[in-house]
């Protein structure tokens, strides 16, 4: 045998054992988008995953809060489904792992994320960067952008909305700092939590210092998922709570864009 013919054989083993060893990941999946417009640039198949360790007031998903709750799926199923539309989103989009939160299920998120590089797609991570310390270099290679969701701007606030720590957040935004991992920030904007300008100028200094920061999103605070919280038996603190005003929104969008940084 030719050393050639030697090396394309160990290659093709190699190739045949991790796919063999990708057939068995398992993963809790809630649920798809396949022509999403609001998860990264341009328009993005969304791989909604079951499982997230925080409890956010205005949660529109609380149905992903548990892993059970979603249906036990392999990463060959979900790659041959996003393979249904390779075409079209690897000219304008890409694929973009949300929840819940992805990284509940790390190894299973690895290998969604491996097997969409190597169909030539564009990858993006959306989490709260509270399990940021779960996705290891292998992970963060085969993400291009990363979604950050911080949910508040100091630590009182942000455990009093969400029940959990901000600090791991803030960790995992400057690791990716250091590994200059392209970020886009999202802020939901809820009027009497999470609008005090102050709060909102400590974070935009924050985050145009990380220097990776491409981009802010101003999301409005909406109740679109209350009748989840109702159908799961579930008090929705923010019943009385109103979206924020346009002018209340723009406000928070030109701090932000005080220290520097593109928001809208």
Known sequence: MRATDSVQARHAVAASAVAVERACIEGWVHST????TADGPGIRYVLFMSGCPLRCQYCHNPDTWHRHDGTLTTVEEVLADIARYRGFIRANGGVTLSGGEPL???????????GCKSMGLHTALDTSGY?????????LADVDLVLLDIKAATGRRCRSLTGAEL???????????AINKAVWLRYVLVPGLTDRLDEIASLATFAAGLGNVERVDVLPFHKLGEHKWRDLGQDYRLERVQPPSPELLEQARETFRAAGLLAH
Do not use: M, N, S, W
């Not at 988008?33 to 999403?36: K, M, Q």
């Not at 960790?171 to 990716?176: P, S």
């Open 33 to 36: 988008e396949t022509f999403g």
């Open 104 to 114: 509940v299920q790390p190894r299973f998120c690895k290998a969604v994320l491996h």
């Open 131 to 139: 399990l940021g310390h779960l996705a290891d270099d292998e992970l």
């Open 167 to 177: 600090k791991p957040t803030i960790q995992f935004a400057e690791d990716l700092a």
